[in-house]
């Protein structure tokens, strides 16, 4: 026997599987923010207080948001100056640190 779906039953099938881990990426994103960059990068992108005097970059400066994805997940895997790398972090969650810094521009 064939089961038949119906197109709301689909579409909210659709949503749960492309919609929810896209915003459970962003929440992961956010957190692994939190715990790893926000300690020099400050919350909101622009420098704690400790980050400044060690020349933490201000992620929401257009020379930050004008480097390419590739340039920034290279900072952030293998580090630069001051900066530890992080070369336990997956493709994935630097990728996801990567769009949460564009989500920082002014």
Do not use: W
Not at 19 to 30: H, N
Not at 38 to 61: I, L, N, R, V
């Amino acid at each position: 026997m064939i089961k038949r779906f119906s197109v709301p039953m689909l579409l909210a099938a659709f949503v749960i599987v492309l919609v929810v881990p896209s915003a459970m990426r962003a929440q992961d994103a956010a957190s692994l923010y939190k715990s790893k960059c926000a300690a020099c990068h400050a919350a909101d992108g622009t420098g704690s207080a400790m980050g400044k005097k060690m020349g933490a970059q201000d992620f929401t400066s257009a020379e930050v948001q004008k480097m390419s994805d590739a340039e920034l997940s290279d900072i952030i895997t293998n580090g630069k100056a001051k900066m530890p790398a992080y070369k336990s972090l997956s493709a994935d969650q630097v990728k996801g640190l990567v769009g949460y810094i564009r989500s920082l521009k002014k």
